[in-house]
Each structure stands twice: as structure tokens, then as C-alpha cells.
């Protein structure tokens, strides 16, 4: 067992830290103010090799493990999550799942440009009534005339503004149940496709929208994977995110124990720097403690994601408790800082409206619960 990072993974990490301090803070208030994507950097990122981190070397990607992943990832969120999530997120949900299931054909087609940063994509799963219970989907595809017409409407798509294409989950037969699903590419330019802006409480340098499909006719031939196989492309996907999720929920935890360990010295109040005082010590310590184990934790779901071992259990021990981790470092950095951490002059305040979102993208924390409970009792108290 080898607890080092190794002379490339160490490279990766400065060189994400280094991106993340000149590409992202100069630009964070204005783009949280104004509530945008930096697009511009998703073609950086893809010059440096880490949009298409992942991603197969032969269809542009740079091949990376997950435990490198998992350090960039960590290195870009400790400035900002959601801009990570804003402008590399497409290549982690949309790229697995092309790079998982689509034809060589589509992947030349597809994938190569992603990696450049040429093409964005979305991927649209969740819908109204389907959140957590991916298999009621209602979203309709149905093969007509040599188009698949789509009728239906998705929530909350990470990028779904910005893509040039959108790989919808669709069920083409409900008596069929997921047997049914398919997986199609949609080009966001086709008619009968509407947009609404979704605002939450966090997440605003990453584009959410929902869509609504009308009578949208997506070709025959973009169909990624086989009929009856979308939620398993999509699973493929979701799988993955996780990872990313997860080590961004650290950042963000870490990016908070940075932001007190230099404010606490430097903080004079009763006539000495309030790092001084026990109980701040205390926030301090628990911080870093509870950090440690649960980034050991993602290293060793990663891992074993990475020899391509069953890792479900470990992954979702990580992302659930990471996700919670930084929702609560978020309000114990704040506090430390007291009223001047609530202001944009420190990055604690984003962190806070974001840390609440990694809890429930990419499965909720009970959803991981449950996940963890069926592996190891055998029964599943989903259905
Ligand atoms: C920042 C962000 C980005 C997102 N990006 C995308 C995207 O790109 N594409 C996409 O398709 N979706 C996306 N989503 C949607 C996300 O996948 C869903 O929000 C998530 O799957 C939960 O679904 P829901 O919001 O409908 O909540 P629900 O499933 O309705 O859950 C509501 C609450 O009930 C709990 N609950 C549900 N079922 C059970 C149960 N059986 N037992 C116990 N508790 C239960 C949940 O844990 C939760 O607390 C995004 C969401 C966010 C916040």
C-alpha cells in the first residue's frame, strides 16, 4: 500500500492550484454577481489537459486515473465548485457516458471536440416527478418516419443553456420500465426545445435550466447505446460524477480550514489573535480531522473504481459525508470570521450557497444512505 501521490499526480495538483489562483479567483465575485459561466476557461482547461481528464487518450482525453481526478478536482473547488462544475462538468457527466456506450463513430464525432473544448454537452435525467426514482421517467421518445419524436420535460440541467448538444434519457414504452429507456443526443438548436432559467441558492457560476420538449425530432442515428440500455448509460455517468462531486465537496472543506488557519491569526480580538482561544483551536482541529479520513476515504473509492473493482459502498460513504462535511465547514468557517466572513470579501459565503447543492446532485445523502444499507444487509428499501 503506497500513501504517496506520485511526480505526476504532485504536477497536476500544482498546476490545478496555479489555474484555480489565476484563471478563477480574479474573476469569481464577477461572475457569482452577474451569475454566469466563464466559458472561455472550459477551452483553458482543455489546453492543459484537464477538461477531458478522464476521458480515453485515443478520442482526445488525457487518460487520467480517478485519484488524479479527484486532486484536480479538490485544487479547482477550493476556489470555486460550481465554476468547476460550470465549465468541466459536461465532459464528466455527458463524456462518460459517450465515452461508456457510443459507437466509435459517435465518439469520433463527439468526444474528440468535447476534449478540445469545442463542443459543450448536458445531460438530462431528472424530470418533475422523477428525481431520486430515475425509472418513472415520463419523457417520451417514439420512432417516427426515421426521427425519434420527444415529448417531455427535464429539471435542473447543469449546462443545458450552454450545450450545442443534449443527451436526454427518454422512455420509449412504460410497460417496458427501464427496459424501455434510451439515451438520445439531442442538438439544442433543433425546434421544439424551450429553456427556462433555474436560480437556486447556490451554484451561480454554473448554468441549471430546465427544458421542454415538443414534438422534438432527434435523428434515428443519435442514439447513444442500444434501446432499453439508457439508465445504464446514465448510471455510467452518474457513477463517475461522483467522484468529482465528492472531491469538490473537500475543496470546498479545505478551502474553508485555509481561509481560518491564516483569519485566525491574524484576528486580534481581547488583546490576542483569536487562534489563541481554545475553542477555536477546537473548530480548527475537528475541521481537519474530519477532513483526513474522508479524503482517504474518496483516494480508496477511486482506487478501486480505477482496477474497475466494485467500489458503490466506499463512494457512497465518501460523497455522503464529504457533501454534509462541507455544508458544515462552510458555517463554522463563517462563524469564525464573524460578520466579515458574510461578506464576498472572503470565499466562505459562496462556499456556503454551494456545499448545501453537492448534497443532492449526484444522488442525495439518503439516497447514499439507503445505497450503503441494501450492499450490506441485501435488501433494497428503494422499491
Ligand atoms: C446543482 C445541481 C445540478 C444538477 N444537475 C443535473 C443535471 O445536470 N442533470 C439532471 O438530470 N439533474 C441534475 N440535477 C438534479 C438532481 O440529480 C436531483 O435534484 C436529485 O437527483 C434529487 O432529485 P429531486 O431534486 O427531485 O429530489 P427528490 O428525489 O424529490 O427528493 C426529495 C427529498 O426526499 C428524499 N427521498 C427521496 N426518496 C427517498 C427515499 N426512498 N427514502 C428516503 N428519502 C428519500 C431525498 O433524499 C430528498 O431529501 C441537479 C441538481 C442540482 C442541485
Given at each position: 500500500m503506497d500513501f504517496s501521490f506520485s511526480e505526476e499526480q504532485l504536477m497536476l495538483r500544482d498546476l490545478a492550484r496555479k489555474f484555480a489562483e489565476n484563471e478563477m479567483r480574479p474573476i469569481l465575485q464577477e461572475y457569482e454577481k452577474e451569475r454566469r459561466?466563464?466559458?472561455?476557461l472550459t477551452k483553458k482547461l482543455a489546453d492543459l489537459g484537464l477538461?477531458?481528464?478522464?476521458?480515453?487518450k485515443e478520442y482526445?482525453?488525457?487518460?487520467?486515473d480517478y485519484l488524479s481526478c479527484a486532486i484536480i478536482w479538490e485544487e479547482l473547488s477550493k476556489i470555486s465548485w460550481t465554476m468547476a462544475l460550470g465549465t468541466l462538468g459536461h465532459a464528466v457527466l455527458s463524456g462518460t457516458i459517450l465515452s461508456a456506450v457510443a459507437t466509435d463513430e459517435q465518439k469520433k464525432k463527439y468526444l474528440e471536440p468535447l476534449c478540445r473544448g469545442e463542443l459543450m454537452f448536458a445531460t438530462a435525467t431528472v424530470e418533475p416527478n422523477a428525481g431520486s426514482d430515475a425509472?418513472?421517467?415520463?419523457c417520451s421518445a417514439k420512432l417516427n418516419d426515421g426521427c425519434w419524436l420527444l415529448n417531455g420535460t427535464k429539471n435542473f440541467v447543469t449546462g443545458g443553456g450552454l450545450a450545442d448538444y443534449l443527451l436526454v434519457l427518454a422512455q420509449?414504452?412504460?410497460?417496458?420500465?427501464?427496459?424501455g429507456m434510451v439515451l438520445l443526443l439531442v442538438?439544442?438548436?433543433?425546434?421544439g426545445i424551450s429553456f427556462e432559467d433555474v436560480r437556486l441558492v447556490?451554484?451561480?457560476?454554473s448554468d441549471i435550466v430546465n427544458l421542454a420538449f415538443s414534438d422534438c425530432k432527434v435523428p434515428?442515428?443519435?442514439?447513444?447505446?442500444k434501446v432499453g440500455r439508457g439508465l445504464h448509460g446514465a448510471f455510467h455517468g452518474i457513477d463517475t460524477a461522483r467522484v468529482f462531486i465528492t472531491a469538490g465537496a473537500l475543496g470546498m472543506t479545505q478551502g474553508c480550514l485555509d481561509s481560518c488557519l491564516k483569519y485566525v491569526t491574524e484576528r486580534e480580538q481581547f488583546g490576542k489573535?483569536?487562534?489563541?482561544?481554545q475553542l477555536v483551536q477546537e473548530v480548527i482541529a475537528r475541521m481537519a480531522a474530519e477532513i483526513a479520513p474522508l479524503r482517504w476515504q474518496l483516494y480508496y473509492a477511486a482506487d478501486l473504481k480505477d482496477q474497475g473493482k466494485p467500489h458503490g459502498k466506499e463512494l457512497s460513504t465518501a460523497k455522503w459525508l464529504a457533501s454534509e462535511l462541507a455544508v458544515k465547514s462552510a458555517a463554522e468557517a463563517i462563524r469564525l470570521h464573524?460578520?466579515?466572513?458574510?461578506?464576498?470579501?472572503?470565499?466562505l459565503e459562496h462556499h456556503h450557497r454551494d456545499a448545501v447543492l453537492s448534497t443532492i446532485l449526484g444522488g442525495t445523502s439518503e439516497m447514499h444512505k439507503l445505497m450503503i444499507g441494501r450492499e450490506l444487509i441485501g435488501i433494497n428499501a428503494m422499491t
Open positions: 459561466t466563464p466559458v472561455h477538461l477531458g481528464a478522464h476521458l480515453p482526445g482525453g488525457s487518460g487520467l425509472t418513472s421517467i415520463e420509449t414504452d412504460k410497460k417496458l420500465g427501464t427496459k442538438d439544442s438548436k433543433s425546434d447556490g451554484g451561480r457560476t434515428a442515428d443519435n442514439l447513444i447505446g489573535a483569536i487562534g489563541g482561544f464573524g460578520a466579515y466572513g458574510c461578506t464576498d470579501e472572503y470565499d
